[in-house]
């Protein structure tokens, strides 16, 4: 099922998001945080075109895909070329701010959410 979704979506996913969402037994989304709170939900397969639909990504930011959120942080890939990093952006502010680079991929970001040692973590600590 996940593959003929994935020839839908008009668009090559990073090659280590991909795996990640393969991966996802919850086809609805996955809850991914650390001891203190820290990370996110990230969607399923399942939900992600209702997701981006729901907060008109295709609108506000074309060239990026919703792929999870904390709140009313998303996080993002993109959408142009072969691009593997994540991206995050407060959901209120698509199209009128520029993207935060909060990981170089998927794994990156998994991996910075759980060694994560502070409970005051910023995600944006390592912002191009």
Same mark, same amino acid.
């Given at each position: 099922?996940?593959?003929?979704? &994935?020839?839908?979506?008009?668009? =090559? ?5 991909? %795996?990640?969402?393969?991966?996802? &037994? /919850?086809?609805? *989304?996955?809850? !991914? !945080? ?9 969607? *399923? !397969?399942?939900?992600?075109? /209702? ?22 942080? *998303? ?24 993207? =935060? =680079? ?9 991996? &910075?959410?759980?060694?994560? %040692? ?11």
């Amino acid at each position: 099922m996940f593959y003929l979704w &994935k020839n839908k979506l008009g668009f =090559h996913l990073p090659d280590s998001y991909e %795996e990640f969402l393969s991966c996802v &037994k /919850e086809e609805d *989304g996955l809850d !991914y !945080y650390d001891d203190f709170g820290n990370g996110g939900y990230f969607y *399923g !397969y399942k939900n992600l075109l /209702e997701r981006n639909a729901t907060y008109d990504v295709q609108k506000n930011a074309p060239d990026y895909f919703l792929i999870g959120q904390d709140g009313d942080l *998303g996080f993002f890939i993109h959408k142009k070329g072969y691009d593997d990093a994540i991206y995050a952006l407060d959901l209120g502010a698509l199209g009128s701010a520029k993207m =935060h =680079h909060i990981a170089d991929n998927m794994a990156d970001l998994l991996t &910075k959410i759980l060694s994560n %040692e502070d409970e005051n973590w910023d995600l944006f600590d390592d912002e191009d």
